[in-house]
């Protein structure tokens, strides 16, 4: 149950950095009058971690190097990368 529900997690994620990565920097190359996001920088590289880290979960458990205490390391380890993300961003 929980690995289908990461796995959901991923592949949205997957589609959301394909969108704010073509809405912020490949679409304002081809048109001019875009609007602007102002959050999108943000949220990309926030998607990027949660992607990231969930990848390196389901590749851990491919390969059979997965324990239950793992899920708490890449809990930690992302937390603390969205947080100081954040904390460089906006301070």
């Known amino acids: 149950m ?20 073509g809405y912020g920097f490949v679409l304002p190359l081809f048109v001019n009058q875009l609007p602007t996001v102002p959050l999108i920088f943000p949220v990309l590289v926030l998607t990027f971690f949660t992607h990231a880290m969930l990848g390196v979960r389901s590749t851990t ?22 947080a100081v993300f954040i904390s460089v961003f906006y301070f």
Request: proline fraction near 0%.
């Open 2 to 21: 929980k690995d289908r529900l990461f796995s959901s997690i991923q592949y949205a994620t997957g589609w959301l950095l394909i969108l704010t990565f």
């Open 61 to 82: 458990r491919r390969y059979r190097l997965w324990r239950n205490w793992l899920d708490w390391v890449f809990l930690a380890v992302w937390g603390i990368a969205c």
